[in-house]
């Protein structure tokens, strides 16, 4: 089997123990394990297996009296909040056959109890078969416990993300801070970079451990072995672990294939993160549809049009949302692909025309009409199959598709996309001809405009993805000196000022500022806890101004203007992309290969005073890159094109751990505990 055929495989094959244990079972599953089944063929899979029911991982659930099998699958530890919830729903359920899963390996749930030596055997787990037991009130009931990893959702055949790790981020200074902290003086890190495993906290360790084991089974039945490399901090410690994984060594001795795999910090660039630049349909869709609730990328599509009901108060949340996955069809996914990689224009004219030829098809009358594609044009189309259930049957996912564009087109929220584009130019341009300070001081009159209603219409959350896009820009734009630093701290006090009144004046909180508050109306948000908030972000953001710091050669993603050109964002992965696939195989200082053992690190050292060449990205015929912390859509085209203008020859396949949309970013970078995500205790 292809290394490329073999990946195709790999989500579905890891499904297939836990649907080898669901038959006759009610299945309780948490939000991240439920998100990578919807993009492998949804809850369909588990039924046709022969589950009974499906149901949320809450202990507000339970089996009926009549479901004596249950099948728990998590994405967490099995210890503390995680085993909790499944003391709880078997308490309250009367089951005498309960089969756990967990994406957590067992090696790693022995660090996870303070265990270094490595015991023969599962005991942790046997332990917890016990523990099952003893809830079920019986110890002659069956328990099983194992290991599945069922991470990986497949949202096209060269892009898989990673939903159990969507919160995983790169490390910032105000992280370092909190690391040296609990360090004597002497033994204090000097950058992220010199950071080593060790010296994180138990949950980063343990989650980035369990990811380097979800790739090492990866490889393992692609028959593949690695080079690792990697860019930024975060990606480093990630590649370092999987380079001297003992498991991934023994494989590599063996294993007939060989991939590249380069793992890229996002915080290194976060101007392509939070811009508003993608030409790009998906990233509107994902941007302007809510969520599907307990899902990190996909959204809600609403079905109304596809019946005889009127919008109304009563027929609201009548019907199930469809959804971008298309699992079934091949059409589907085709055209699902394109509105992922294509430019917007194309995909939506794509979208016409798969709905054209799937009325065709099934001969209703379709009224052509050449020319400008519009939102009502689609809904045309679309609402010629509500009367005929085989036809919408048969075509459900193009279907869907098609009423995602075309909601996504007519949206009122698409106004403020443009408008944020306008402000990021603007910054930009900014950025050639002034320094930092001067920039952000062009931030106060948009702050204060949008708070008393006149000009510009952005909302708290929007003006936080913009000081995100300038500060991830700014440093080589503005590198200034003492005196300028001054000045931006200046402008910051202001800028903070500014953002605290117009805080406390909302009528109501976004999700987003609620979080970084930690208050949910406005009436309790005082002065004083909107001010500590910002400042705390503003910190926060001076990390992402310096995150490219340790970088030689892609210090910077600006290019500035002259009189002739105006200035340009130059993103960081086509900058690392074109170094892969330079047709001089140069070294680059910034794409550090991790080496697994002695033979490599002698490599290594005899290539300073002998001619031995040192394993390059471009050497394998497959290269995986890795994104971790998330990867636009506008990038999965920009990768495809940098590909294609090199005729490498090389199969690009995209991982990360989440598909990004411009909101994420302030959440990912202001909200979450980078140094302890949760993995269930």
Not at 14 to 34: G, Y
Not at 600 to 617: A, D, I, Q, W
Request: charged share 20%.
């Amino acid at each position: 089997m292809l290394p490329t055929d073999g990946l195709v495989c790999f989500p579905g094959q890891t499904w297939e123990k836990v649907l080898s244990k669901v038959k006759k079972a009610v299945v309780f599953m948490d939000d991240r394990c439920s998100e990578s089944l919807h993009w492998n063929g949804g809850a369909a899979l588990l039924f046709e297996a022969g589950a009974r029911n499906i149901k949320q991982f809450s202990s507000f659930e339970a089996g009926a009296q009549n479901e004596p099998k249950a099948v728990f699958v998590v994405s967490t530890v099995l210890k503390g909040r995680t085993a909790d919830i499944i003391k709880d729903i078997i308490s309250l359920s009367h089951f005498q056959y309960c089969v756990v899963f967990t994406t957590v390996p067992h090696s790693i749930h022995l660090l996870a109890n303070n265990v270094s030596a490595d015991l023969e055997g599962n005991p942790v787990f046997e332990q917890f078969e016990e523990k099952l037991c003893e809830w079920m009130g019986d110890m002659n009931y069956t328990a099983e416990v194992m290991h599945a990893p069922v991470v990986f959702a497949p949202l096209t055949q060269h892009l898989h993300i990673l939903p159990a790790f969507s919160d995983l981020f790169p490390l910032l200074d105000v992280d370092l801070e909190s690391i040296n902290e609990k360090r004597p003086e002497k033994k204090r890190f000097g950058s992220l970079m010199d950071v080593d495993l060790h010296s994180l906290p138990p949950e980063l360790q343990i989650q980035i451990k369990t990811l380097v084991s979800t790739l090492n089974g990866l490889f393992e039945f692609i028959s593949t072995r690695e080079e690792s490399f990697s860019v930024g901090p975060m990606s480093r410690l990630i590649a370092t672990e999987l380079a001297n994984l003992p498991q991934a060594k023994n494989r590599r001795k063996t294993a007939p294939n060989k991939a590249s795999v380069v793992f890229v910090d996002r915080t290194l660039d976060l101007t392509g993160a939070v811009g508003h630049h993608g030409d790009n349909l998906a990233e509107k869709i994902l941007s302007v549809l809510p969520q599907l609730p307990g899902h990190v990328t996909d959204v809600q599509v609403d079905m109304m049009e596809l019946t005889h009901l009127k919008q109304t108060t009563d027929t609201k949340g009548i019907l199930a949302p469809g959804c971008l996955a298309q699992n079934q069809s091949a059409t589907a996914r085709l055209l699902w692909e394109t509105m992922l990689v294509a430019k917007q224009k194309e995909a939506v004219i794509e979208v016409r025309r798969q709905l054209v030829e799937a009325a065709s098809k099934e001969n209703l009358p379709i009224k052509m009409s050449l020319g400008r594609v519009t939102a009502e044009q689609l809904c045309s189309y679309v609402q010629l199959f509500r009367d005929s259930w085989g036809a919408l049957e048969s075509h459900s996912g193009v279907l869907q598709l098609g009423l995602a564009a075309a909601q996504a087109l007519r949206h009122p929220d698409l106004q403020r996309w443009d408008a944020c584009l306008a402000f990021e130019r603007l910054l930009l341009q900014a950025l050639g001809d002034s320094d930092l300070a001067g920039v952000l001081k062009q931030l106060l009159p948009l702050i204060k405009s949008s708070e008393s209603g006149t000009g510009s219409d952005l909302s708290m959350d929007d003006l936080l993805v913009l000081l995100v896009y300038v500060y991830s820009v700014a440093k080589e734009a503005c590198p200034g000196g003492s005196e300028e630093e001054k000045q931006v701290e200046k402008v910051e006090q202001e800028l903070i000022g500014a953002l605290t009144l117009r805080l406390t004046r909302e009528s109501t909180l976004s999700p987003l500022v609620q979080e970084i508050t930690g208050v949910l109306c406005p009436e309790e948000l005082t002065m004083e806890c909107a001010h500590s908030a910002l400042e705390s972000m503003f910190g926060t953001l001076r990390g992402v101004a310096r995150a490219r710091d340790h970088l030689k050669n892609f210090r910077s993603v600006f290019t500035s203007g002259d009189g002739t050109h105006q200035a340009t964002y130059r993103p960081l992965l086509k900058q690392v992309l074109e170094e892969i696939f330079h047709s001089d195989r140069r070294e680059c200082p910034d794409i550090e290969h991790m080496s697994g053992g002695l033979t490599e690190l002698l490599k290594t050292g005899f290539s300073m005073f002998m001619k031995v060449s040192r394993p390059h990205p471009s050497d394998h015929p497959l290269l995986f890159l890795f994104l971790v912390g998330g990867v636009t859509p506008s990038e999965l085209r920009l990768i495809r094109e940098v590909v294609s203008t090199h005729k490498s020859g090389t199969q690009v396949i995209i991982m990360s751990t989440r598909l990004l949309r411009p909101s994420d970013v302030p959440r990912l970078l202001f909200n979450i505990d980078r140094l302890r995500p949760d993995i269930g205790v």
